[in-house]
């Protein structure tokens, strides 16, 4: 099996900083796509960056410029660095994966299992 385990949210004053950590364990041969989502409550999950393998990079509009996605591929671990936060980037962050588990096999999407980030006016 393989699990996303996030961690990094918590409380910060608006304009602060914060770093999320996505460490993939278990039976991996490759990650392809690594993914950052986030839901606010009332609101759809969204995704709020992607990286590829490759470190190709894509962000939601509303983050952009403040936010900056990244991979350690030695480590199957992707960060999410969060900065000049605001009290509408509050929401659960989901951690998102196409994990291959043999050369064989194909890719599998994974979540984890979400970390609050609060963010206070």
């Known amino acids: 099996q393989v699990q996303l385990v996030e961690s990094g949210g918590g409380l910060v004053q608006a304009g602060g900083s914060l770093r999320l950590s996505c460490a993939a364990s278990g039976s991996i041969f490759s990650i392809n796509a690594m993914r950052w989502y986030r839901q606010a409550p009332g609101n759809q999950r969204e995704l709020v960056a992607g990286?590829?393998?490759?470190?190709?990079?894509n962000y939601a509009d509303s983050v952009k410029g403040r936010f900056t996605i990244s991979r350690d591929n030695a480590k199957n671990t992707g960060y999410l660095q969060m900065n000049s936060l605001k009290p509408e980037d509050t929401a659960v962050y989901y951690c998102?994966?196409?994990?291959?588990?043999?050369?064989?096999?194909?890719?599998?999407?994974?979540w984890g299992q979400g970390t609050q980030v609060t963010i206070s006016s």
């Open positions: 990286i590829t393998s490759g470190g190709s990079t």
């Open positions: 998102n994966a196409d994990v291959r588990r043999s050369i064989i096999a194909g890719s599998v999407n994974y």
